[in-house]
């Protein structure tokens, strides 16, 4: 379905949002990366947002405050069909002043999506590995990559750390970084538009050393690709949730949640997805909440009559449980045809995201959830959120396409227009 074009009307609201910055707040001066620091200056930032983004990734910058973003797919679906265009560039939003920045390189990792990104908190660094690329317009098989590169976050400088050595060529799976080692599982290997060979193996990247090892982790999640994963704040743990098998969109989505012990090498099941859960959404976001022993899982697309959620789970380490911390929107009558999807098509909920799949996520030093991009029922978008746990969802940067007509108008003929 193709997104809904910005009107004069709302380019103009985009832009007085932009114009009226919020003053950044003065706070007592504390450690680089804590919840509280030095104020940031505002008033001498460019006016700009990213294009409407899906399949991009990113982390949270803790010492310069920002949520930093890189690749992604920009091409805007035609009918519901996908027109890939993919996506170099890096971006930051800084949450202080609402704004987002440009981040040049003179040199970048080449465009693409489907890739992971973690941070190496560490190392200061921005870890992105895999994806895939293909020329815009093409129908022959992806470039799929197996390339590993580091964002310096002091000096914003981009430096590949391994080009084939480790796993294979992949996307769709899992990275994150673990007490010093990147840690990649699972994934898609199959270059073909419609193939999918889903993996289960799992490699370690010593990022002192640069060198991969494929770890011996048996008895685990099968395989498995547009799952979501995470690392425990000590770096000792890696938890993997949910995806798809080989035929992803004809066959149930996976909800069972798992970790791995990175010394041990052994898999857990910590659920099974069943009773009170999520409803297996894949290409999900997992997140650890530095705060309290759980997990977030935030939006993905599922397998109900609704397809994209926008809900919010939390996972209770200690417990084992699943609570639901937002439901938003709720499914409320069926499609017309397909890509053809009526104005009452859902409840909307207007104080949420707009629901999605493939976008990017991170959760700050303070526990705040920050979202951006994604693949929605209207094409692409390039809003960013944040969620607090006391305060709940607010919109800090507005989209310019992708979202339904209702959160934009009060009378619609269709879900998108």
Request: hydrophobic residues 40%; charged residues 20%.
């Amino acid at each position: 379905m193709n997104t809904r074009p910005l009107t004069a009307a709302s380019a103009q609201l985009v832009l007085l949002g932009l114009l009226f910055l919020p003053a950044c707040k003065a706070e007592e001066e504390q450690p680089p990366g804590t919840c509280v620091a030095e104020p940031r200056v505002c008033d001498d930032l460019d006016l700009v947002v990213p294009p409407p983004t899906g399949e991009a990734v990113g982390v949270w910058d803790g010492e310069r405050r920002r949520f930093v973003v890189f690749g992604g797919d920009v091409g805007t679906p035609i009918d519901c069909i996908p027109q890939a265009d993919f996506e170099g560039s890096t971006w930051a939003f800084l949450t202080e002043c609402d704004a987002w920045v440009s981040v040049a390189a003179a040199e970048a990792p080449p465009p693409r999506g489907r890739h992971v990104a973690a941070l190496d908190a560490d190392g200061g660094r921005m870890i992105i590995h895999g994806g895939r690329f293909r020329e815009t317009g093409s129908s022959a098989d992806y470039d799929y990559l197996d390339d590993t590169w580091a964002l310096d976050l002091a000096t914003d400088t981009w430096t590949r750390i391994s080009d084939g050595d480790g796993p294979q060529a992949r996307v769709n799976h899992v990275g994150a970084v673990a007490g010093g080692r990147f840690v990649v599982h699972g994934g898609d290997t199959d270059p073909a538009p419609l193939g999918y060979t889903p993996q289960a193996d799992v490699w370690v990247l010593d990022l002192a050393a640069g060198t991969w090892e494929e770890l011996d982790a048996p008895g685990g999640p099968s395989a498995r690709l547009f799952h979501a994963g995470a690392a425990s704040p000590d770096g000792g743990t890696l938890y993997v949730y949910g995806g798809t098998g080989a035929d992803p969109f004809f066959s149930p989505a996976f909800g069972d949640l798992w970790a791995l012990d990175l010394e041990t090498g052994q898999w857990q099941e910590l659920h099974d997805g069943t009773g009170e859960a999520p409803d297996s959404p894949f290409w999900a976001n997992l997140l650890a909440d530095p705060q309290a022993p759980r997990l977030l899982l935030w939006a993905g697309h599922d397998d109900t009559d609704l397809g994209n959620t926008n809900q919010l789970w939390a996972f209770d380490l200690s417990s084992g449980q699943w609570e639901l911390l937002r439901q938003g929107d709720e499914y409320a009558n069926p499609a017309n045809a397909f890509c053809d999807l009526p104005a009452d098509f859902a409840d909307i909920d207007i104080d949420s995201p707009e629901r999605r799949n493939a976008g990017a996520a991170a959760i700050t030093s303070c526990g705040e959830l920050v979202v951006f991009g994604g693949k929605t029922d209207c094409g692409i978008i390039n809003d960013l959120w944040a969620w607090k746990p006391d305060s709940g969802w607010q919109e800090r940067s507005a989209a310019t396409a992708g979202q339904v007509c209702q959160r934009a108008f009060a009378e619609c003929e269709a879900l998108c227009f």
